[in-house]
């Protein structure tokens, strides 16, 4: 069973999606994940344990109050997929890499438009921290919650970075 709730954010509705195990998705409102694999019904789950730590830790995030996420995770995805997640965790707040770096922080140096594509199937946004990723000169490329939010996101983390 899957448990859900959507939170009021300074960058929109975000619904929060977990299991038993862990977090499952942070997903936008227009977020077309068929491929984050909920497969499971999902009930109202906003007093569910992971769910409501989640919310929690969002809010802090949003705050100011929270440099990184202490959540246990659940996302579906292939074993490079979920390298590519891992990786993505590890690029500490306030900061961003290219794809390439990236890619060479999972051993597979030539692999950045692969680390692009995964990283455009990771389901929990914001936790696990795509906005993070920007192509090599700098520039801003696809965010499933939209450019001006990953805009916004990496803004809001250079100006409250500790």
């Known amino acids: 069973m899957l448990y859900e709730t959507t939170m009021t954010s300074p960058v929109g509705p975000l619904r929060i999606i977990a299991s038993d195990r862990g977090l499952r998705a942070v997903l ?5 994940r068929s491929h984050t694999i909920i497969d499971e019904p ?25 440099t990184g996420f202490d959540l246990p995770l659940d996302a579906n995805g ?9 990786a993505l965790t590890e690029i500490p707040y306030g900061s961003t890499v290219s794809y390439g770096e990236q890619a060479r922080m999972i ?8 680390v692009g594509a995964a ?12 906005h993070r990723v920007v192509a090599a000169g700098g520039a801003l490329t ?14 809001h983390e250079t100006t409250t970075k500790p």
């Open 28 to 32: 936008w409102p227009d977020d077309d």
């Open 42 to 66: 999902t009930a109202e789950g906003a007093d569910h344990p992971i769910v409501m730590r989640t919310v929690a830790q969002l809010t802090e995030y949003f705050e100011g109050a929270r």
């Open 78 to 86: 292939t074993e490079f997929q979920t390298a590519c997640w891992q």
């Open 107 to 114: 051993g597979r140096p030539k692999a950045f438009r692969a």
């Open 119 to 130: 990283n455009g199937r990771n389901p929990i946004s914001i936790v696990v921290p795509c």
């Open 142 to 155: 696809g965010f499933a919650g939209g450019l001006a939010t990953k805009q916004w996101l990496l803004d």
